[in-house]
């Protein structure tokens, strides 16, 4: 099956210091990844949706300048967590899909219809 | 509102025994609804996905079932082993919506004894 990779599984830094997260997917291309964040016993939060070759699309509440998303290419997306502070400390989760884009809908318009979801194996961010 | 629930939160069972997780979700048209494993520390691995039109889908000794009338989905695990000990979440992809959209169930968490 298709494989997105996470790197690194696991960093510890310093308050007031930046962590970059790598997300690849291995042998699809991905036009859209998203950005998790999950705290112990919780579910997974969306936090952005990262498109390739625009600008992310943030959910409400997270801020867009604290948590700076490239993706620059159609296998690789960045999170950059910036400034970062004890209270950031938590397990980031990226996802790719594979999506099939459907030219017609009832309403005349296509749609992206995501036929799977592969997650990388996280990111365990310790701020000290 | 979209949403998916699950139930129940968490689980405690026997080596060796059967279980049942549940999945009710207000999302219709959905695209698809999948079943995710995640162990401790680890991102979700997808078990099984079905489209609105299948009624069970097996992936081993998990196999999920789902009934689009009352909106509800099944996972069953035969036969749990101690690896089965970890986080289940249901996902529905709502169709016809933009990309994140995609709904998470906030999980049942799993604990298999010796």
């Known amino acids: 099956g298709a494989v997105v990779s996470q790197h690194p599984s696991w960093v510890i830094c310093k308050s007031g210091t930046s962590v970059k997260i790598e997300c690849r997917s291995l042998?699809?291309?991905?036009?859209?990844m998203f950005w998790y964040r999950q705290f112990p016993k919780q579910s997974l939060m969306l936090m952005a949706t990262?498109?390739?070759?625009?600008?992310?699309?943030?959910e409400q509440g997270v801020e867009k300048d604290k948590f700076l998303i490239n993706h620059a290419s159609l296998t690789l997306s960045t999170l950059t967590v910036t400034s970062a502070h004890p209270e950031d400390s938590s397990f980031y989760i990226c996802?790719?899909?594979?999506?099939?884009?459907?030219?017609?809908?009832?309403?005349?318009?296509?749609?992206?219809?995501?036929?799977?979801?592969?997650f990388g194996q996280g990111t365990r961010l310790t701020v000290v | 509102k979209n949403q998916v629930e699950q139930s129940p939160q968490s689980l405690i069972i026997l080596e060796g025994k059967n279980c049942t997780l549940q999945?009710?979700?207000?999302?219709?048209?959905?695209?698809?609804l999948r079943w995710y494993k995640q162990d401790t520390g680890r991102g979700p691995v997808s078990l099984t996905i079905?489209?609105?039109?299948?009624n069970t889908k097996s992936n081993g000794r998990y196999t999920a079932t789902l009934d689009a009338d009352t909106k509800q989905s099944s996972l069953h695990i035969t036969a749990s082993q101690l690896s089965d000990s970890a986080s289940y979440i249901c996902?529905?992809?709502?169709?016809?919506?933009?990309?994140?959209?995609?709904?998470f169930g906030s999980g049942t968490r799993l604990s298999i004894r010796p």
């Open positions: 990262s498109n390739e070759g625009s600008k992310a699309t943030y």
């Open positions: 999945c009710n979700y207000t999302v219709s048209p959905f695209s698809n």
């Open positions: 042998d699809f291309q991905a036009t859209t």
């Open positions: 996802s790719a899909c594979r999506t099939d884009f459907k030219a017609v809908t009832l309403r005349g318009q296509g749609y992206w219809d995501h036929t799977e979801a592969f």
């Open positions: 996902v529905v992809t709502p169709k016809y919506s933009s990309a994140s959209k995609i709904i």
């Open positions: 079905m489209t609105f039109s299948e």
